[in-house]
Structure formats: structure tokens, C-alpha cells
């Protein structure tokens, strides 16, 4: 099972990449009424008990890239669920 995601291209940008053992998003936010979402998601893995789980970059023009230890890949992708920057979240079966 996998774990796949949708979202308002009106809100967002997001591509992901599978870098061995983390995945790393790229991430821009384009609506202004969702321009502080990704730092309230970034205080919230920042402050945590686990350091590693989930390491957000910031940069211009409300850009992010996200590098994300795969176990918390999940946990990721339902906080962006959470904050409503993903609009659908659903596990589909793998081809073989």
C-alpha cells in the first residue's frame, strides 16, 4: 500500500523525491491566506520530541523544501492534511 495525496494547485506546489532513507519535498505556497501554514508545520516538528523526524528549509517567495525520515513520511503528509494544504489523502494497492 502507498500512501497518495492531492491538492488545490491554486494553494500549492509540491513534488517529492525519494533521496535514500528520507524523502524530500518542494514545496511553494501560492495563496496568501495559507502563506504562514508551513512555519505553524515547521514549529510543530521543531518542537516535538524527535530532532530528526522532519527538517524544513526555508526560502524566498514562501518556497520550502522539506526533507522527511521516511518512518515519519506519513505523519508528514496528515499534518499537510490537517492544515488543509492537501485536499485529499488515501492509500492505494502497489503494482506489482
Wanted: with cysteine.
Amino acid at each position: 500500500m502507498k500512501l497518495v495525496y492531492e491538492w488545490n494547485p491554486d494553494i500549492i506546489d509540491i513534488q517529492e523525491i525519494e533521496i535514500m532513507n528520507d524523502i524530500e519535498f518542494s514545496i511553494r505556497v501560492l495563496s496568501p491566506s495559507f502563506f504562514t501554514t508551513m512555519k505553524h508545520i515547521q514549529k510543530i516538528f521543531e518542537t516535538n520530541d524527535v530532532i530528526t523526524d522532519v527538517f524544513v528549509y526555508t526560502y524566498s517567495d514562501h518556497e520550502y523544501r522539506v526533507v522527511v525520515r521516511k518512518d515519519y513520511y506519513g505523519d508528514f503528509i496528515l499534518q499537510l492534511m490537517k492544515c488543509r494544504l492537501l485536499t485529499k489523502v488515501e492509500w492505494k494497492e502497489e503494482l506489482p
